[in-house]
């Protein structure tokens, strides 16, 4: 099993950064991808961007150029950076891994980003 704990959520006024990060724990041999997901209230939770160990990287069209994605492998943690915020990007963001992309099956709890008008 692998647990992941996120971290770095809060409220930022629109326009302004924050960072996430997600600290993997347990069997973490079997993760190759980790990635974030987002999801409101009412909707699908979303892919944010996804980062494989060798660091290929996938980003939903909407967050390109603003959010960016990095890993260190050495200590299991994916980062997100988030610049330029909106008050739609307003969400529970979630941390996933797991052995693929299409294989995300671990998930954290999810921290909380408001961005305020």
């Known amino acids: 099993q692998v647990q992941l704990v996120e971290s770095g959520g809060g409220l930022v006024q629109a326009g302004g950064s924050l960072r996430l990060s997600c600290a993997a724990s347990?069997?973490?041999?079997?993760?190759?991808?980790m990635g974030w997901f987002r999801q409101v209230p009412g909707k699908q939770r979303e892919l944010v961007a996804s980062?494989?160990?060798?660091?290929?990287?996938h980003y939903a069209d909407s967050m390109k150029g603003r959010f960016t994605i990095s890993r260190d492998n050495a200590k299991n943690t994916v980062y997100l950076q988030m610049n330029s915020l909106k008050p739609e990007d307003t969400a529970v963001y979630y941390c996933?891994?797991?052995?693929?992309?299409?294989?995300?099956?671990?998930w954290g709890k999810g921290t909380l980003v408001t961005v305020s008008s």
């Open positions: 996933s891994a797991g052995p693929g992309f299409d294989g995300m099956k671990y």
């Open positions: 347990g069997s973490t041999v079997s993760i190759n991808a």
């Open positions: 980062i494989s160990s060798g660091g290929t990287t």
